[in-house]
Structure formats: structure tokens, C-alpha cells
């Protein structure tokens, strides 16, 4: 009998992406999708740690599968990414039915484990492998994607930002580039099998390259990949302020199938707090990087992260990042409090915040926000779009939704014939969180 597999991704679109991963080896290994955990034979919690919260959702889930283990004494429990790094073998000890742990630097160990164990998990007992791997970037990976269209591809691994609130350095090492010709074939054999947007992923996009032997930066990787055939959009996360450079803005703007959208987090709108937090840039180099992509590209969204209560915070602070808000008018926002993270610099700043007083700034931001975003929507009634059609509505099953080049979910009436195409789509009304349309014409273009 095909054995299975479950596999529970916590956090961000490089979790996501690592989860494909993990999938790829077990699914080239012989295992099948388990239906639910109950039926599988091996769980791998893929864990994030860039909060607290999201690190209590995995030990709740962890502890849910005491019970899940009593009743299936072959199951296998792996734990994967940050927080397996961070807690390393300590897990072992305080969870003694984890069988595995693995640092989202040896995702290609576990697939060395299962294949010396002959395919089989079952061989595999009390392995870890937390050491961070200087040639990561190098390895070829399988990967079991999640859709047929869209897909995302890493582009390099790992930070040396060190921001000050952020546990990514500690958890994914330190930055590498891969190189450009092994990125440009994985999104040709891509195109190939018919996907048709990829998402470029990285901590910092904009160093990509820096350790490359070749001489080709972030715009020079955009280009090359471009030219290739099938491919309709080119999207990327994330970009970080200080390395955003002017020879991209106008590659952006020079190439049509890079799509309309840049996720630029500002953090805080206190030169303040940015200096704690270690950005490296000042708010007002980071207005005149705004101001370069809009008048360089006037239909670009610019979505961004945002911490509340960072160590220090003042209400004046405060009240500069509500200001940053309209000031840059952001399409939409990732907004979070702060929370303390081990090993980070932020821990032993003074001055910790009130979490009564993060939550309230929290909200205040997110409401400020939503007044902004909503009428940047309402601009786009009456206009026509690209949209890119993923499927049917998840609200709605007699709708397709899909999405423009600036990022913004289009639900509308359609066939089914439509999944896959890229149709020409008018706006007839903005809602906050997503766009009504109605299909114009014949599809400009089809793609399958
Ligand atoms: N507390 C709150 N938010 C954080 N982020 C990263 N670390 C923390 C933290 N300790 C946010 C940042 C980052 C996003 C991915 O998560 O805004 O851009
Ligand atoms: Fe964390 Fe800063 Fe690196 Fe982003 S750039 S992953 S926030 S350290």
C-alpha cells in the first residue's frame, strides 16, 4: 500500500515554497497525499518563528498529535523550519514522539534520510540536521507544486540584515545567491509545463547576486529570465528599501512582463525607530524610492510590513507611521505588533511597550488603512485589466476570480473554459479586500 504523507505549512510564501519541497522529495520517494493526518504515515510541521504567535500555533498543533501518535505508533512526526532550528534538539527532549527535526538549510537532508532508509521513512529515527549549509543554494531539489499557473521560485537563501526585531538570520543563515543559469532553466522548464507566473522569492531580492562569481544583479537576473518563452508575469518578494535601486525601477518599467507591484516594507515612519530596528534607510529616502517608481510607473500598487510597539516607540512615532500611511498611500499592508524574538537585538533595547498599547496603535493603523486602500480601489472603477484567471471564487461558485498585475483580486462571471486565460476584465465595483468585474471582449491572449 502507497504510504502518505501530511505536511502543515505555518507563515510565509518561503514556508509555502519549502512545504513544496518537502512534498517533492516524499512524492519522488513513492508517498502519497494523506487525506488527513489520521490516515498518514509520515507529518512534517513546517514551522515559523518570525512571532510568538505563529511559534504557540505549532506547539498547539505539536500537542494535538500526542493523540494521533497513540493511535499510529509507526507515524513518523517531522519538524521543520525556523522554530526546529532555533529550538534545535531541545525538541527531542520535551516532545519525545518527534522522530525528526530539520532546519530550512538541510531541507536536502531529509531527502538523504529517505533515501539511505530505501525510500522509507519508517527507517529513519531521532535525526537532526541543524547545521547551516554554505552550499544549500546549490542543491536541486524536487518540488511538488501547489498549482498549475503560478509558482515560486527561490532565487537565494537566507539574510544578513540583522534587522534588529527579526529572527530570519539566526534561523536561515547567512545570504546566497543562486546562480542565474539554474534559475533560468527551472523557470523555462516552468513555462514548459504550462505555468505561466512565477513569483522570484528571497529575504532581499535586491542583493541578489552579491555573492555570485558571475558579475549579474537583481535587474540583470530580470532580464534574462524575460526572454523566456510562455511566461507571462514576473512577480517578486520581497524588496528591501535600502538596496532598491534605480537600474530596477527602470528595468521594472522597461519590461511589460514585470508585473505592476512592489512589496516594499517601510517598518515605521520614525527615522527614529528605523535607526533602532537597523534598516539602514531614512523615511525620506524611502518616500523619494516611492516617488521614483510612480512617476516611473504611475500604475504600480505598493504594498508594505509594519510594526507596531517596536522597543521605544513614543505616541510621535507613532503618529509618523499613521502619517507614512497616506503619505505614500499604500495599496494595502501587512501590519503586526512587535514581538520579542530570541536572540534578537531588539530584546535588550529599553523601554518595551504596553501590549494593550501595540494592539491599540495596531488597530488605529489598520483602520487609517483601510480608508486608504478602499479609495485607491475605488480609482479603479471603470478601468480595464489583465487579469490572469486562477479559478473559481472561493465565495462565489459561479464566479472566476483572479488577478490584475498590481496584485488585486478580480471575482467576475466566466466559464470554466476561462481558468488558465488571461482576459481583459472591466471594473465595475471596488470592495475593500477585493474588485468586481465583468469580462470585455474576447480573451486577449490564450494561454493553453
Ligand atoms: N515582531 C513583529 N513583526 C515582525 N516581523 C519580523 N519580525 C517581527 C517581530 N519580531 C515582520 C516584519 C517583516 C515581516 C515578514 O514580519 O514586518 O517584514
Ligand atoms: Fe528579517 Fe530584516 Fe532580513 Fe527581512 S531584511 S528577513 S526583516 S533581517
Redesign the pocket.
Known sequence: MTKKYHIHTFGCQMNVHDSEKVAGILSEAGYGQADSMNDADVIVLNTCSIRDKAEQKFYSELGRLVTVKKDNPNLKIAVAGCIAQQRGEGLFKRFPYVDIIFGPDNINNFQTWIMNGKQDIGQVTKKAALDFNPEYHLKHLPVKRAGKLKAWVSIMYG?D???A??V??FTRGRERSRSGKDIFNEISALAGQGFREVTLLG??VNSYGRNLPENMDFPDLLKMIHDIEGLKRIRFV?S?PRDLSEKLISTMKDLPKLCRHIHL?VQSGSDRILNLMNRGYCLEEYKYKTDMLKSAMPDIAITTDIITGFPGETEEDHQCTISTLADIGYDGIFAFKYSRRPGTKALDLPDHVDEKIKARRLSEILTIQEGITYSKNRLLEGKVFDVLVEGVSETDCDKLTGRTGSNKIVNFYGSQNDIGRSLDVKISEAKLHSLVGEKVGNMSCNYL
Open positions: 539574510c540584515n540583522f534587522c526585531y527579526c530570519v538570520p529575504q532581499n520581497t528591501h516594507p
